[in-house]
Structure formats: structure tokens, C-alpha cells
T-cell receptor, first 111, second 115 residues
Framework: SQQGEEDPQALSIQEGENATMNCSYK?????LQWYRQNSGRGLVHLIL?????REKHSGRLRVTLDTSKKSSSLLITASRAADTASYFC???????????FGEGTQLTVNP | SAVISQKPSRDICQRGTSLTIQCQVD?????MFWYRQQPGQSLTLIAT?????????ESGFVIDKFPISRPNLTFSTLTVSNLSPEDSSIYLC????????????FGPGTRLLVL
């Protein structure tokens, strides 16, 4: 079964707005990662946050991790039409780098 | 980072046949993985492809249905055997890179349709 659950399942916003996606998981983790997938193609790694970190930034991306609540959020600021994609969280429980993916959020940014 | 190619990019197969998917990496890697993504769903790990030994399969996946080869540190194949329409999915390979090999880089995927 999937480790992670994401919400919302779908999000539609206007260009320039911020987009927030949430991920919850069930077991203790080594790290949590966010990936983007455009139109059923390969995934692109966005950011990794370790279990002892609470917040991380990369460009327009901000990721938070709350291990007490077993949840993470991905914030994309000043969104662009090119950000339209599916976003997945993935957890690594420290067992040979095997990842368990959440259900994903489909983000649509309207120009 | 890593550059990963997969062949074929897509295929249409008849039920009962098999399809072998190739994954080629531009550098030597230890960790190599195969995932399945069913239509409209998330990714599910099929197995870890180990160089020089048998693949390690996740619960629900068996070697007879998904035989995997890993002849060297830059190449792997996944065969999907005895195809049925339920096998219609995108199949992706990935590799672990970086100091701790925690970050995974994905190939473009192979889109399979079984009629």
C-alpha cells in the first residue's frame, strides 16, 4: 500500500499565485523527497529533506517537514504555467534507498 | 546527476506475449530500480536490480512475471511476461546517485498498451 497520501488531488491556480501541496505518511522515515512529472513522462527530483530537518528552500520551492505529525508540504511561490505537472512526495525509510510514493497532486497553472 | 535512456519508449503488445524494456545509464551506478505506474496512478516499486545477483522484488511482484537482468553497472532490463491488459502501464527505471545515493534519477519511461 502507498506510504504517502497527498492533498489536494488536484489544484488549479492562476499564474503568479502560490501553490501548496501536502503529504502525509505512516511510518518513520530517513528522508522525504518531492518529484515532478510532466504528462506521464519520467520524474524529476525537486528537493530532499531529511528527518532531522524542518524546512528547506530551493529557488521558488519551500518544503517543510513535521515528523511529529508525519506530514510535509511543498510550496511553489509565484507559479508559472510551466509548473503545470503532477507532484509526488516519496518517503525513504532507510532500507536501500527504496522509495514509496504518494498518490500525487495534479497542479494546473493557468496563464 | 545521471542521464538515463529507456527502450522502447512505447509499445503495443498482444496478450500472452512478453516485452523486454532496456534501461541504460551514462555512468556506473550501484542502485537501480524498476517502477510501474498504472494509468492515472502513482508509482509502485517493482524491484531493485542488483549487479551480479538476483533482483530483490517487492511484495506483490514475482520473478516469473517480471524477470530482471543487471549484467553490469550501467544497464538493466525488465521483462513483463505473459502480458494481460492489466499490465498496461508506464514502466520506469531509476538510479540512485549522489554521496548517499538517496536521490533518484528517472528514465523517460516506457508506455505499454496490451490489447
Amino acid at each position: 500500500s502507498q506510504q504517502g497520501e497527498e492533498d489536494p488531488q488536484a489544484l488549479s491556480i492562476q499564474e503568479g499565485e502560490n501553490a501548496t501541496m501536502n503529504c502525509s505518511y505512516k511510518t518513520s522515515i530517513n528522508n522525504l523527497q518531492w518529484y515532478r512529472q510532466n504528462s506521464g513522462r519520467g520524474l524529476v527530483h525537486l528537493i530532499l529533506i531529511r528527518s532531522n530537518e524542518r524546512e528547506k528552500h530551493s529557488g521558488r520551492l519551500r518544503v517543510t517537514l513535521d515528523t511529529s505529525k508525519k506530514s510535509s508540504s511543498l510550496l511553489i511561490t509565484a507559479s508559472r504555467a510551466a509548473d503545470t505537472a503532477s507532484y509526488f512526495c516519496a518517503t525513504d525509510v532507510g532500507s536501500g534507498s527504496r522509495l514509496t510514493f504518494g498518490e500525487g497532486t495534479q497542479l494546473t497553472v493557468n496563464p | 546527476s545521471a542521464v538515463i535512456s529507456q527502450k522502447p519508449s512505447r509499445d503495443i503488445c498482444q496478450r500472452g506475449t512478453s516485452l523486454t524494456i532496456q534501461c541504460q545509464v551514462d555512468s556506473q551506478v550501484t542502485m537501480m530500480f524498476w517502477y510501474r505506474q498504472q494509468p492515472g496512478q502513482s508509482l509502485t516499486l517493482i524491484a531493485t536490480a542488483n549487479q551480479g545477483s538476483e533482483a530483490t522484488y517487492e511484495s506483490g511482484f514475482v520473478i516469473d512475471k517480471f524477470p530482471i537482468s543487471r549484467p553490469n553497472l550501467t544497464f538493466s532490463t525488465l521483462t513483463v511476461s505473459n502480458l494481460s491488459p492489466e499490465d498496461s502501464s508506464i514502466y520506469l527505471c531509476s538510479v540512485g546517485k549522489g554521496l548517499t545515493q538517496e536521490t533518484q534519477y528517472f528514465g523517460p519511461g516506457t508506455r505499454l498498451l496490451v490489447l
